[in-house]
Nanobody
Framework: QVRLVESGGGLVPAGGSLRLSCAAS????????MGWFRQTPGKEREFVAA????????YYADSVKGRFTISRDNAKNTVYLQMNSLKPEDTAVYYC????????????????????????WGQGTQVTVSS
């Protein structure tokens, strides 16, 4: 059973930084894609970033490109989201997600940004950016 636990959220002024962590437990994640999504009340869950566990290929939403960095530590089974130059519009609950990927399924920006590709989700961590 896959379990994802996020941490690192909080309140930060605009222009500040936060690092979110997602501790993953369960099977070997070699064939998984790990993603970060965010959601605000009344809106659909929005893709933020993703990384392939085996190779480390990264994908970013245009709204965070150049400001956020996703990475993973294989030894610790942990995925990180370093968020710099935060803006008030980054305020949301941030969710970590894990999706097993078939070797026959292409890993593209279009596929990794779809929430339906991910089978497992964490409980979420609140990020609030004050103006």
């Amino acid at each position: 059973q896959v379990r994802l636990v996020e941490s690192g959220g909080g309140l930060v002024p605009a222009g500040g930084s936060l690092r979110l962590s997602c501790a993953a437990s369960g099977p070997t994640f070699t064939n998984y894609v790990m993603g970060w999504f965010r959601q605000t009340p009344g809106k659909e869950r929005e893709f933020v970033a993703a990384i392939t566990w085996s190779v480390g290929t990264t994908y970013y939403a245009d709204s965070v490109k150049g400001r956020f960095t996703i990475s993973r530590d294989n030894a610790k089974n942990t995925v990180y989201l370093q968020m710099n130059s935060l803006k008030p519009e980054d305020t949301a609950v941030y969710y970590c997600a894990a999706g097993p990927w078939s070797p026959f399924q292409a890993v593209t920006f279009q596929t990794v940004r779809a929430a339906k590709q991910y089978n497992y989700w964490g409980q979420g961590t609140q990020v609030t950016v004050s103006s």
